[in-house]
Protein backbone atom coordinates (compact mmCIF):
# COMPACT_ATOMS: atom_id res chain seq x y z
CA UNK A 1 0.00 0.00 0.00
CA UNK A 2 1.56 3.40 -1.31
CA UNK A 3 1.57 6.05 1.60
CA UNK A 4 1.19 9.38 1.07
CA UNK A 5 2.71 12.28 3.58
CA UNK A 6 0.02 14.60 5.68
CA UNK A 7 -1.24 15.46 8.79
CA UNK A 8 -3.76 13.53 10.81
CA UNK A 9 -6.15 16.49 10.59
CA UNK A 10 -5.63 17.00 6.38
CA UNK A 11 -6.39 12.83 6.70
CA UNK A 12 -9.36 13.05 9.09
CA UNK A 13 -10.57 16.48 7.39
CA UNK A 14 -10.56 14.38 3.67
CA UNK A 15 -11.90 10.95 5.20
CA UNK A 16 -15.30 12.15 6.70
CA UNK A 17 -15.67 15.78 6.09
CA UNK A 18 -16.11 16.84 9.96
CA UNK A 19 -17.13 20.72 9.44
CA UNK A 20 -20.23 21.34 11.36
CA UNK A 21 -20.60 18.44 12.40
CA UNK A 22 -21.49 16.66 16.13
CA UNK A 23 -17.93 15.18 16.73
CA UNK A 24 -16.98 13.05 19.78
CA UNK A 25 -13.05 12.86 20.39
CA UNK A 26 -12.82 9.76 22.58
CA UNK A 27 -8.91 10.02 24.30
CA UNK A 28 -8.73 13.83 23.51
CA UNK A 29 -5.53 14.03 25.50
CA UNK A 30 -4.72 17.54 25.39
CA UNK A 31 -7.56 18.73 23.40
CA UNK A 32 -5.98 19.91 20.35
CA UNK A 33 -7.59 18.24 17.84
CA UNK A 34 -10.46 19.33 19.72
CA UNK A 35 -9.53 22.76 19.08
CA UNK A 36 -8.52 22.16 15.51
CA UNK A 37 -11.88 20.59 14.53
CA UNK A 38 -14.19 23.19 16.43
CA UNK A 39 -11.92 26.18 14.76
CA UNK A 40 -13.55 24.38 11.10
CA UNK A 41 -16.94 24.70 12.32
CA UNK A 42 -17.48 21.42 14.11
CA UNK A 43 -19.10 20.71 17.43
CA UNK A 44 -16.81 19.11 19.46
CA UNK A 45 -16.68 16.93 22.87
CA UNK A 46 -13.77 15.54 24.11
CA UNK A 47 -13.13 12.48 25.96
CA UNK A 48 -10.79 11.68 28.70
CA UNK A 49 -10.23 8.75 31.29
CA UNK A 50 -9.43 11.28 33.85
CA UNK A 51 -9.83 14.69 35.30
CA UNK A 52 -5.89 14.74 35.83
CA UNK A 53 -5.75 13.52 32.11
CA UNK A 54 -8.34 16.37 31.47
CA UNK A 55 -6.47 18.71 32.76
CA UNK A 56 -4.47 20.35 30.52
CA UNK A 57 -7.41 20.13 27.88
CA UNK A 58 -9.73 22.60 29.92
CA UNK A 59 -6.39 24.24 30.77
CA UNK A 60 -6.25 25.29 27.43
CA UNK A 61 -9.64 25.60 26.33
CA UNK A 62 -11.78 26.41 28.90
CA UNK A 63 -14.52 26.94 26.69
CA UNK A 64 -14.48 23.52 25.17
CA UNK A 65 -16.96 20.85 25.99
CA UNK A 66 -14.96 17.88 27.40
CA UNK A 67 -16.00 15.09 29.66
CA UNK A 68 -14.82 12.73 32.23
CA UNK A 69 -15.33 9.26 30.68
CA UNK A 70 -14.02 5.47 29.86
CA UNK A 71 -13.91 4.53 25.72
CA UNK A 72 -15.84 1.54 26.90
CA UNK A 73 -18.95 3.67 28.58
CA UNK A 74 -18.78 6.80 27.45
CA UNK A 75 -20.91 9.77 28.87
CA UNK A 76 -23.31 10.34 26.29
CA UNK A 77 -26.83 9.32 25.07
CA UNK A 78 -27.66 7.17 21.87
CA UNK A 79 -27.49 8.90 18.51
CA UNK A 80 -25.84 12.05 20.12
CA UNK A 81 -22.83 12.51 17.15
CA UNK A 82 -22.08 12.14 13.80
CA UNK A 83 -18.60 11.01 13.71
CA UNK A 84 -16.59 9.41 16.65
CA UNK A 85 -12.70 9.63 16.03
CA UNK A 86 -10.54 7.64 18.11
CA UNK A 87 -6.82 9.55 17.32
CA UNK A 88 -4.28 7.04 17.95
CA UNK A 89 -6.25 6.59 21.47
CA UNK A 90 -7.54 2.31 20.30
CA UNK A 91 -4.23 1.36 21.78
CA UNK A 92 -4.62 2.64 25.09
CA UNK A 93 -7.80 0.71 25.57
CA UNK A 94 -7.46 -2.28 27.31
CA UNK A 95 -7.09 -4.91 25.27
CA UNK A 96 -10.46 -6.79 26.48
CA UNK A 97 -11.97 -3.29 25.90
CA UNK A 98 -11.43 -2.55 22.42
CA UNK A 99 -14.21 -4.18 20.75
CA UNK A 100 -16.48 -2.67 23.44
CA UNK A 101 -15.10 0.71 22.85
CA UNK A 102 -16.03 0.49 18.68
CA UNK A 103 -19.53 -0.88 20.19
CA UNK A 104 -19.55 2.42 22.57
CA UNK A 105 -18.52 4.88 19.55
CA UNK A 106 -21.61 2.83 17.46
CA UNK A 107 -23.99 3.52 19.97
CA UNK A 108 -23.45 7.46 20.22
CA UNK A 109 -23.43 7.52 16.45
CA UNK A 110 -26.75 8.85 14.34
CA UNK A 111 -27.77 6.57 11.64
CA UNK A 112 -25.37 7.87 9.01
CA UNK A 113 -22.57 8.60 11.16
CA UNK A 114 -18.83 7.64 11.08
CA UNK A 115 -16.73 6.04 13.44
CA UNK A 116 -13.22 7.07 12.67
CA UNK A 117 -9.73 5.27 13.77
CA UNK A 118 -6.50 6.25 13.28
CA UNK A 119 -3.89 4.27 14.88
CA UNK A 120 0.17 4.73 14.87
CA UNK A 121 1.62 1.22 13.05
CA UNK A 122 4.86 -0.45 14.77
CA UNK A 123 7.35 0.57 12.45
CA UNK A 124 9.82 3.26 12.65
CA UNK A 125 12.76 5.11 14.56
CA UNK A 126 10.13 6.67 16.53
CA UNK A 127 8.30 3.33 17.59
CA UNK A 128 11.90 2.06 18.44
CA UNK A 129 12.31 4.78 20.47
CA UNK A 130 9.03 4.85 22.41
CA UNK A 131 9.73 0.53 22.83
CA UNK A 132 12.23 1.69 25.22
CA UNK A 133 9.72 3.15 27.59
CA UNK A 134 6.86 1.22 26.74
CA UNK A 135 6.42 -1.89 24.42
CA UNK A 136 3.41 -1.20 22.29
CA UNK A 137 3.68 -4.08 19.58
CA UNK A 138 1.15 -6.25 20.95
CA UNK A 139 -1.65 -3.32 21.99
CA UNK A 140 -1.05 -1.95 18.35
CA UNK A 141 -1.60 -5.08 16.94
CA UNK A 142 -4.61 -5.74 18.96
CA UNK A 143 -6.07 -2.22 18.10
CA UNK A 144 -5.61 -3.39 14.37
CA UNK A 145 -7.57 -6.61 14.53
CA UNK A 146 -10.22 -5.18 16.61
CA UNK A 147 -11.02 -2.45 13.54
CA UNK A 148 -10.71 -5.61 11.08
CA UNK A 149 -13.20 -7.50 13.66
CA UNK A 150 -15.69 -4.34 14.17
CA UNK A 151 -18.58 -6.28 12.27
CA UNK A 152 -18.92 -7.43 15.93
CA UNK A 153 -19.51 -3.77 17.19
CA UNK A 154 -22.11 -3.45 14.41
CA UNK A 155 -19.65 -1.33 12.07
CA UNK A 156 -18.02 -2.28 8.83
CA UNK A 157 -15.21 -0.26 7.35
CA UNK A 158 -15.56 1.33 4.31
CA UNK A 159 -12.44 2.92 3.70
CA UNK A 160 -8.75 2.50 4.71
CA UNK A 161 -5.43 4.93 4.15
CA UNK A 162 -1.93 4.56 4.84
CA UNK A 163 0.11 7.70 5.73
CA UNK A 164 3.03 9.31 7.06
CA UNK A 165 3.15 12.07 9.24
CA UNK A 166 6.48 14.09 10.06
CA UNK A 167 7.07 15.91 13.11
CA UNK A 168 9.98 17.62 15.24
CA UNK A 169 10.92 16.85 19.06
CA UNK A 170 13.60 19.82 19.90
CA UNK A 171 15.29 17.99 22.72
CA UNK A 172 14.28 14.65 24.86
CA UNK A 173 12.31 16.73 27.45
CA UNK A 174 10.11 16.78 24.43
CA UNK A 175 9.82 13.65 23.90
CA UNK A 176 9.02 12.91 27.56
CA UNK A 177 6.64 15.35 27.50
CA UNK A 178 5.04 13.65 24.79
CA UNK A 179 4.98 10.54 26.39
CA UNK A 180 3.54 11.50 29.57
CA UNK A 181 0.68 13.26 27.89
CA UNK A 182 -0.13 9.79 27.18
CA UNK A 183 -0.07 8.15 30.28
CA UNK A 184 1.54 9.66 33.61
CA UNK A 185 3.05 6.52 34.88
CA UNK A 186 5.34 6.43 31.74
CA UNK A 187 7.89 9.02 33.57
CA UNK A 188 8.92 6.61 36.18
CA UNK A 189 9.47 4.15 33.49
CA UNK A 190 11.64 7.17 31.81
CA UNK A 191 13.52 8.12 34.74
CA UNK A 192 14.55 4.42 34.99
CA UNK A 193 16.24 3.81 31.17
CA UNK A 194 16.75 8.20 30.89
CA UNK A 195 20.34 7.53 30.04
CA UNK A 196 19.85 5.09 27.43
CA UNK A 197 17.00 7.16 26.03
CA UNK A 198 18.75 9.95 26.04
CA UNK A 199 21.33 8.35 23.72
CA UNK A 200 19.21 6.51 21.85
CA UNK A 201 17.19 10.16 21.49
CA UNK A 202 20.25 11.71 19.60
CA UNK A 203 21.34 8.68 17.18
CA UNK A 204 17.71 7.83 15.72
CA UNK A 205 15.29 9.80 13.13
CA UNK A 206 17.26 12.97 11.52
CA UNK A 207 18.39 16.11 12.84
CA UNK A 208 16.54 18.95 12.88
CA UNK A 209 17.50 22.68 12.75
CA UNK A 210 18.19 23.20 15.64
CA UNK A 211 21.07 22.23 17.89
CA UNK A 212 19.44 18.98 19.69
CA UNK A 213 16.15 18.92 18.11
CA UNK A 214 15.56 15.13 16.37
CA UNK A 215 12.81 14.54 13.32
CA UNK A 216 10.73 11.55 13.21
CA UNK A 217 8.22 9.90 10.15
CA UNK A 218 5.54 7.76 12.04
CA UNK A 219 3.94 5.60 9.88
CA UNK A 220 -0.51 5.94 10.48
CA UNK A 221 -3.00 3.79 8.80
CA UNK A 222 -6.80 5.87 9.13
CA UNK A 223 -10.19 3.23 8.87
CA UNK A 224 -13.55 4.65 8.33
CA UNK A 225 -16.23 2.48 9.64
CA UNK A 226 -19.85 3.06 9.34
CA UNK A 227 -22.54 1.57 10.90
CA UNK A 228 -24.26 -1.93 9.59
CA UNK A 229 -27.80 -1.33 8.54
Known amino acids: MIREAGTDLEILDRLVEPAGKDVVDIGCGGGALVRALAARGARVTGIEISPEQLAPALAADGDGRYLVG ?46 YVAEPLPEGDFFALTSLVEDELEVRAAAQRAVAEAGQAGLRRTATLEYEVSFCLADVGAFLKRLVSVDPGRAARFAAREAEITAAFSEMGTAGNAPGERCFIQPMRADVLHPVA
Open 70 to 115: RAEELPLPDEAADVAVFMRSLHHVSIAGMLPALREARRVLRGDGVV
